[in-house]
């Protein structure tokens, strides 16, 4: 054999092995799915100092094979600039963790049935303000490789948040809108979309909740439509924002989400593609012209109720209806005009006769 059939024959032995490793290290890091529904997603506490208080916590195995859960609780907070929760492990000087225990700390789910896990707070006549927890069921997968690569599959939600409020007397309850905007100014048809920003400048988790009013006058007495905001009372964390979206899509025609097989169609981007949907049984809902939106939020504040208010303009112009609209009108005036020119030269010629 030849030096270079030789040199051929060691380069494809090696590429075979590396496509081997490749592979098996692949079937290996998929792993198995778990998959699991716990309840509630979250839950707001009141609890006094020097007392304590018990709840519920419920995980569903939804996988085919019992499934062994480890209680864990770590602790949450605001992050980013949409203030949503990120859950990271407890600081060793932070003494709260110490006052959270699980009944069981572990146990067997056994699939499709709910399991219940007794979790109880004892607060310490010392504790202020809020606390904020993630107990997390974490699962244990028997014979798991020893590979690094090895991972698991968890596929819906194992952590759920608590927060505690001790109602001390030394909270700051104080929330402002820190943005209300609607995407565009101008919108050929319906949806219109509203980003609220609420920024909570207190030391304690809120709440606010309330509505969008939309009118064709500044006035939100006279109303046509009403959308709701935070309708699931998600908490606002303390020194941090939390963005709310809201859509009016009651119009006539409307853009939806593109559809096929029942899945949306994206484009290369990851953007939806959407289409207009003539649906004449709400053509009484034909939006033109300028309208207002009109914010309005509430919060509790020591029984309190404080309102925040805010508004904001834009218009609905349907331009391409319009431009065919003054098309048509323009070649029937013509028509019109050529129609009556030649019915007065005929006229003419009658007199003339």
Same mark, same amino acid.
């Given at each position: ?17 590396i ?7 692949s ?8 998959? =699991?529904?716990? !309840? @509630?997603? &979250? ?8 007392? %304590?208080?018990?709840? $519920?916590? *419920? /995980? ?33 000087n932070?003494?709260s963790?110490?006052? =959270?225990?699980? !009944? @069981?700390? &572990?146990?067997?789910?056994q699939?499709?049935?709910?399991? %219940?896990?007794?979790? $109880?707070? *004892? /607060? ?39 927060? =505690? ?15 209300f ?22 030391n ?30 998600a ?20 853009f ?54 805010g ?43």
């Amino acid at each position: 054999m030849s030096p270079r059939r030789v040199l051929y024959l060691v380069i494809w032995c090696v590429l075979f092995i590396i496509f081997f490793i490749s592979y098996k290290n692949s079937v290996i890091a998929a792993g198995p799915v778990i998959s =699991v529904t716990t !309840s @509630p997603v &979250s839950l707001d506490l009141p609890l006094q100092p020097g007392t %304590s208080a018990t709840r $519920t916590l *419920q /995980l569903k195995n939804n996988g085919t094979q019992p499934l062994q859960i480890t209680m864990k609780l770590e602790v949450f907070g605001p992050h980013g600039q949409n203030g949503e929760a990120a859950i990271s492990q407890p600081s060793p000087n932070d003494p709260s963790p110490s006052w =959270v225990h699980f !009944s @069981p700390s &572990s146990f067997i789910a056994q699939p499709g049935i709910w399991s %219940s896990v007794q979790m $109880t707070i *004892q /607060l310490p006549k010392s504790a202020s303000l809020g606390y904020y927890y993630a107990v997390i069921f974490k699962p244990t997968i028997p014979n798991q490789p020893s590979s690094s690569l090895a991972t698991n599959t968890i596929k819906g939600s194992n952590a759920i948040l608590v927060l =505690v409020d001790t109602g001390s007397a030394n909270e700051s309850r104080q929330i402002q809108i820190a943005n209300f905007s609607a995407s565009k100014r101008v919108y050929e048809y319906l949806p219109a979309e509203f980003s609220v920003t609420i920024h909570n400048e207190g030391n304690i988790y809120l709440a606010p909740t309330g509505s969008i009013f939309i009118s064709r006058n500044s006035n939100p007495t006279h109303s046509i439509a009403s959308i709701n905001i935070n309708a699931s009372e998600a908490n606002v964390l303390p020194h941090s924002n939390r963005i709310f979206k809201a859509t009016w899509s009651d119009g006539f025609p409307v853009f939806q989400p593109k559809l096929l097989d029942g899945q949306p169609v994206v484009t290369a981007k990851g953007q939806p593609v959407e289409q207009l949907v003539w649906d004449y049984s709400h053509v009484k809902g034909f939006r033109i012209g300028k309208y207002y939106a009109q914010l309005t939020l509430v919060f509790s504040n020591n029984g309190k109720v404080i309102p925040l208010t805010g508004q904001v303009s834009f218009w609905v112009i349907p331009w391409k209806l319009l431009i065919v609209g003054i098309v048509i009108s323009v070649l029937l005036l013509i028509g019109l005009w050529v129609v009556c020119r030649s019915i007065l030269k005929k006229v003419k010629r009658l007199r003339k006769k």
